[in-house]
């Protein structure tokens, strides 16, 4: 008979300390990868303002026009159906990771950690070591101190504006900030939003950095029903390590009844968030690994196995039998298939509705002053204010034509030229000649209006309306 399901407990949070945090620098596998995430999204972030396809920036969300470019791509508000699933891919996205290996996404990739790393390199650079910092911070202020403390806090700065700046060149071209800002043209808004995320980002990264994964983060808070006792997670082996307590090299620590774990507290002293990994999983921890890199060399020195902490479930922690798994065995648990299931449906839902996109539309609208004439030889007008748009990075000549009655015409303009990414309203005529405006006298006909692309012959746009036809 299977189990009941049970999440796995998570301890109260238990931090080393309410004050400021000096974390201690390490190196080892997981901080190499914590900076390969560092490098990797940064790149993304900063870079991709300044790229530019057909002469256009490559992602610009231009909320004055209201239409997004998309690497060549023109989304419209009304297509904010993909954005809505770009969301509903990363929350699944990170519900998927989060039941394969916990917080790895806090510990990785998450900007908090991201900013969080580089303002503690900074800090490093200018202040010293653990040690020195903490020497720094007892110490009274003199000339030193001030140098210090002042270089630090103008590089947090300088990085903090540079941030404001890139956000907001994500929804003004960037290339026109760039220009504005020593000209001091900067638009109210332009300038109110870089200080203001530039501000959020000082604060966050220079001084609340852990207090927002544990106070404000309301992922941090739901975690621990997203997780089971198969989920993998950074995890302290009781069962080797304890009792713990110091020891010379190369003594016998069975014979004085002593575990694996030295109590040299580097764990400790590495943890970003100041928490101690050695008693449990705790609603603090963001999965980022330095503990594992800190005393897996202290087990090196000892000549004992690696692996004291390490990537782990719940149940190989307690010793259960055949707890260990295979990859493939990890990935084919319900909850996994599940949200990989619903993942790949929702993107592939996603990638389909893109390309079927239409890139050419038409929007019909009625002209509220003139809703139906009479003019000369007895024929009818109505006049409609048509909205087309080219959703295209190339230029368009397009044929206006529409559908009806016979002796329906445009009296207006049938040719139209379309930049890329235009969108142009237009006002047209469409009169019925006087026999059939007879014969269809006091109804309301439908009619419709075609949009073709020259070029294309293919590439259409329909918009249907009606023609008002009086008595």
Known sequence: ??????????????????????????????????????????????????????????????????????????????????????????????????????????????????????????????????????????SPWNADKLLRRGGKHLAWGTLSLWT?????????????????????????WEGFWTLFYGLATYGNAGFLREKVCQHMCPYGRFQGSMLDRDTLIVAYDHLRGEPRGARARGSDAAARGLGACVDCTLCVQVCPVGIDIRQGLQAACISCGVCIDACDPVMDKLGAPRGLIRWATQREMAGEPQARRSLRQQLARPRVLIYGGLLGLVSLALVVGLLQRPTLRLNAMRDRGVMARQVEDGRIENVY????????????ELQLQVRGPDGLALASDTRLQLAPAEARTVSVTVQLEAGPAQALAGQIVPIRFELQDLATGTDTALADSTLVVPR
């Open 1 to 138: 008979m299977s189990q009941p399901h049970r999440v796995i407990p998570l301890v109260p949070d238990r931090s080393a300390t309410d004050g400021k945090i000096h974390a201690r620098a390490v190196t080892g596998l997981h901080t190499r990868w914590r900076w390969a995430m560092v490098w990797i999204t940064q790149l993304v972030f900063y870079g991709l303002p300044w790229l530019t396809l057909d002469g256009h920036q490559a992602v610009l969300f231009d909320l004055e026009h209201e239409r997004f470019h998309l690497f060549g791509a023109v989304l419209y508000p009304q297509d904010l159906i993909y954005l809505t699933g770009l969301l509903v891919i990363s929350a699944l996205l990170l519900f998927f990771a989060t039941t394969v290996a916990g917080r790895v996404w806090c510990g990785f990739s998450c900007p908090q950690t991201v900013y969080t790393e580089l303002f503690m390199w900074i800090e490093h650079r200018c202040e010293g070591d653990r040690r020195a910092r903490q020497r720094l911070d007892q």
């Open 164 to 188: 404001g700046f890139t956000l907001v060149g994500y929804f003004t071209p960037i290339h026109s900030l760039a220009l504005a800002v020593p000209a001091a043209t900067l638009g109210p």
């Open 385 to 396: 204010r048509l909205q087309a748009m080219n959703a295209s990075a190339t230029p368009r």
